[in-house]
């Protein structure tokens, strides 16, 4: 969707910067209030999981170092690995061309998935033959 | 959000597998009929973009082995690349542990962002001070 602001600053040339509290203010949430966020592995670049920040989170997120989510089915900030123990320390934080989704490499302990496993894309297709396989196991 | 179906198979084995029709249909796809896909260089593994699909994209990619999302501004099926020449060949299509994130990984043809950049999280949070920075510029 379109985005002004990240439009306005689209053609601008490598190592061009800008105030990072305007961009933040003019990320484009979605109307429940949350961005898309993407985290990623820092070291293995393997994509561990989606989830979504609201404003809170995303502050909380910089200010902290430690990944927070919003928590849709709690409907509460949800700070990764509080109560497991598998944190995700932010190592770097990147938005996307049109502000709408947020991209975050991070030093993960333990699994990134609620099932255990290291991240959440276990499931992969097998179009040939019409089946999902498991890929992976769990790490503890 | 809980979806019944991929909590039902959560706990199965590495090697296991499902019918892929029947997952399929048990996808979470959101009030507007659309599902979050995160699309990822295959060999390079940078995370490229995040875009949409609704039922008809996914099978269309499946199908052809093209890259094919739903445009939320045009409203209509994007095959991408398909005016820009950019195209995506699908490598691998993984579903997440609660069937409402699709990773895809992808030989990316030139650019994956409009902007003409490889990918579309160009923009770079830095935080000491208080910048987001330009760290890629455009390949053609």
Redesign the interface.
């Known amino acids: 969707?379109?985005n002004n602001y990240?439009k306005s600053?689209?053609?601008?040339?490598?190592?061009?910067?800008?105030?990072?509290?305007k961009?933040i203010n003019e990320l484009s949430f979605n109307d429940q209030g949350l961005i898309?966020v993407?985290t990623?592995d820092f070291t293995?670049?393997?994509?561990l999981?989606?989830a979504w920040m609201n404003l809170s989170a995303l502050l909380k997120t910089?200010d902290t170092g430690q990944m927070t989510y919003w928590s849709?089915?709690r409907y509460a900030l949800w700070i990764k690995g509080e109560t497991s123990g598998h944190t995700q320390e932010l190592v770097?934080?990147?938005?996307?061309?049109?502000g709408d989704?947020i991209?975050c490499k991070v030093n993960q302990k333990g699994a990134a998935?609620?099932?255990g496993?290291p991240n959440?894309?276990?499931?992969?297709?097998?179009?040939q033959n019409?089946?999902?396989?498991?890929?992976?196991?769990q790490i503890e």
Chains 1, 2 share one sequence.
């Not at 293995?44 to 994509?47: F, I, M």
């Not at 959440?120 to 179009?127: A, E, G, H, S």
């Not at 019409?130 to 196991?137: A, C, F």
């Open positions: 969707m379109k990240f600053i689209e053609s601008a040339s490598l190592g061009e910067s800008f105030p990072l509290d961009a898309a993407i990623q293995s670049k393997d994509v999981m989606m910089l849709r089915s770097e934080m990147s938005f996307d061309c049109d989704t991209l998935c609620h099932t496993r959440c894309f276990y499931l992969k297709t097998q179009v019409n089946q999902i396989v498991v890929v992976s196991k």
